[in-house]
Each structure stands twice: as structure tokens, then as C-alpha cells.
């Protein structure tokens, strides 16, 4: 995944941005400098024996000049259960990546 959240003057004066591959333009709220650049959703469903369900997308925020960690891309889970969200985090995707190696490596369907 690359840093590609940039707002490049065009002939006009107005900015043309550039949007990551992953980005869902019904998600997206990125303009002018402000804004974040999102994946769609793609929903874990509660199991009969775990209420909890998640919700998994990517968010890329514009780039503000001064704060270099503004348009780091970032795994954001949602996790709910019957009653409404729990929490949310975002993990920088070198650790979210270390995750699904480690929940592959843990499958039980796992074939060598
Ligand atoms: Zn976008």
C-alpha cells in the first residue's frame, strides 16, 4: 500500500487528488486538503457463539503540512455486538498485515 494522497495544483488553481486504488468514491470524503480516503467496508458477521461482529475497512487522511503521520494508511476495525459499536482502532498496516499472518499461521484449515 502506497502513500498516494496527493493534491497537486491544476491549471485553475484547483486541486485534483489523487486517490489510493483501494479507495470506495461513495466512502470517500478527501477534498481540497482535508478529508480521508476510504475502503468500503467488508463486514465479519456475528457467530451464534460470539455476538461480537467487525467491521474492517482502510482510511488514508490528507496530507497536512507539518504532520507527517496525516496520510499514513490505517486498518480500521470496528467491533459491535447486539447492542451497538464497542470500540474502534486503527492499526498501521505493517501491524494489521503481522496479524493476518499470525491468524493464518493459528487456522486450523491451514494446509502445507
Ligand atoms: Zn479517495
Known amino acids: 500500500m ?12 484547483r486541486p485534483v487528488i489523487r486517490h489510493p486504488v483501494w479507495c470506495d468514491p461513495a466512502s470517500c470524503t478527501a477534498m481540497d486538503g ?3 480516503h476510504f475502503s468500503r467496508v467488508i463486514e465479519l458477521k456475528a457467530l451464534p457463539r460470539c455476538p ?3 467491521a ?5 487522511g490528507t496530507a497536512v503540512a507539518d504532520f507527517p503521520l496525516s ?3 490505517l ?6 455486538d447486539d447492542e451497538g459499536e464497542l470500540c474502534e482502532v486503527g492499526l498501521y498496516v505493517e501491524m494489521a498485515q503481522e496479524l ?5 499461521r493459528l487456522s486450523p484449515d491451514r494446509r502445507l
Open 71 to 73: 496520510n499514513v494508511p
Open 75 to 80: 486498518v480500521q476495525l470496528s467491533i459491535a
Open 34 to 36: 482535508h478529508g480521508h
Open 100 to 104: 493476518g499472518r499470525l491468524l493464518v
Open 56 to 60: 474492517v475497512r482502510l482510511s488514508q
Open 2 to 13: 502506497t502513500q498516494t494522497t496527493t493534491v497537486q495544483p491544476q491549471g485553475q488553481g
Open 52 to 54: 461480537l461482529g467487525v
